[in-house]
């Protein structure tokens, strides 16, 4: 038995859809600007005959189950949602071929990636790392894992409402790299592992929430996310 000099924090993990067994995340992968309409409304707009698909990370202690409540964050003006679809990895893999890549599917979630906007911006500008935009606390929401291996999500509505009022409508079919792109794609640059969680990607419409709001999202044949904003600490 290991011992440690305090307690080691529990494991970051979701709930499964129909299962008592909590699924433990490993890592959580992001790609960036996988819609073309986001792409263009945040003034990059994306060839893809011409570029690849790029991804950021978040820690997986920034992970925060759907429903709850979170406080505003420090050090921004601007606090983002992003509506997306999660894919849950089941399995192992490495290099894999599209042909192959449904294999490696456990299920999907729906997820909120939630962006300090102002300070990407300013990363993205002078070139640093994403890391104080992105890899925020509790800024990977994500609902439970839906079990649905091995099933490919080619379409399907994703949408986002603040307070009732739709922001963000689009659809899976508009997803610039495809989910067995994605899966290929970034199995060149990592050892994908179960638990892995990859967030695909938000369509247009993403904006600011203060304190105080109510996010809601849904992707079509998957199920919810909600969040509360609550005030700045
Ligand atoms: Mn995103």
Partial sequence: MTSYLWTPPAAPSLPVRGKTERLP?????????????????MGRPVDKAAERAFYFTKSPQALVESGATVPYPPETQNYHFEMELVLVIGKAGFRIPEAQAHEHIYGYATGLDMTRRDLQLVAREKGRPWDLGKDVE?????????????????????????????QQQSNLDKLIWNIREIIADLSLYYHLQPGDLIYTGTPEGVGAVVPGDEITGQVEGVGEVLLHVGPAE
């Fill in 138 to 166: 509790q800024s990977a929401v994500c609902s439970e894992v839906v079990p649905m291996a091995g099933v490919v999500l080619d379409q399907g509505g994703i949408q986002l409402a603040v307070n009732g009022v739709t």
């Fill in 25 to 41: 995340v490993n890592r959580i992968f992001c790609v960036g600007r996988n819609y073309h309409a986001h792409a263009i409304e």
